[in-house]
């Protein structure tokens, strides 16, 4: 690390569970931000400003002016634009000294995997359950830990999934792929602003730990938030040894 790099860094080489060391981990990691919307703009913000030494976004949308009423990466001239563009001037702008790869595109199949073989870690900031089971099968098979959050109306979920632990549940652990489900989405039930800025500030943080190797990260734990009460509530998650997506990979 250079003098300026030190400088850069000094509040979070200053903390002992951090550290040179841990700083240095956090230089030497790939993020890989699935999303530049609501989640994705606060997780990229702090990874970036972090110092994440490589960190690839990954969305196929352009910037909305509905979007910017939570999505703090971009901005009001940047309407019409890559949000992964966008993301990429902003991020840059806090942070030169890291990688940013933009990438507009949906990721998907054999290209998701690549891009999550890649990666070191990988941070679901999707706003849908088919991409998130997608991300956590590839996460699962390249061994990948996975930080998932998601946030509509005034509710708020985040977890790790760790699947380098083969004790540890996957994202399809706690909701069976086969299990019919009601998609809802921010374009019909709103969501509160600063509770995309919360949750995916958590994941950025849950990210770091994960990359450093320091406290307890949220694996098998799921950490619910009512941001109308502001109270959140922690339940444990357990393997499910029937996992299809999972189950089989015990004591491998
Ligand atoms: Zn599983």
């Not at 030497?28 to 030494?53: C, D, E, F, Q, R």
């Not at 969305?59 to 901005?75: A, F, G, I, K």
């Not at 595109?105 to 706003?127: F, G, H, M, P, T």
Request: hydrophobic share 40%; glycine share 8%; charged share 15%.
């Amino acid at each position: 690390m250079n003098d300026q790099q030190l400088l850069r860094y000094s509040r979070h080489i200053l903390l002992e569970q951090i550290g040179i060391e841990g700083q240095q981990k956090i230089s030497a990691a790939h993020a890989l931000v699935i999303g530049a919307g609501g989640l994705g703009s606060p997780a990229a913000l702090y990874l970036a400003s972090a110092g994440v030494g490589t960190l690839t976004l990954v969305d196929n949308d352009e910037v909305d002016l509905t979007n910017l009423q939570r999505q703090v990466l971009h901005t009001t001239a940047r309407i019409g634009q890559p949000k992964v563009s966008s993301g990429k001037q902003t991020l840059e702008q806090i942070n030169p000294e890291i990688r940013i790869i933009a990438l507009q595109e949906r990721a998907e199949n054999q290209r998701l995997e690549e891009l999550v073989s890649l990666a070191s870690i990988v941070l679901d900031c999707c706003d849908n359950f088919a991409t998130r089971h997608a991300v956590n099968a590839a996460c699962v098979k390249f061994g990948v830990p996975l930080v998932s959050g998601a946030a509509i109306s005034f509710d708020g979920q985040v977890s790790v999934f760790d699947s380098r632990n083969p004790h540890a549940p996957c994202y399809a652990c706690l909701f069976p792929p086969e299990q019919p489900f009601e998609e809802v989405l921010c374009s019909t039930m709103g969501v509160f602003s600063p509770l995309v800025g919360i949750i995916g500030s958590t994941q950025a943080a849950e990210a770091l730990k994960v990359i450093m190797g320091i406290g307890e990260p949220l694996q098998g734990r799921l950490l619910l938030l009512d941001a109308l009460r502001m109270e959140w509530t922690s339940i444990g998650i357990s393997k499910n040894l029937q996992c299809p997506v999972c189950g089989n990979r015990h004591g491998n």
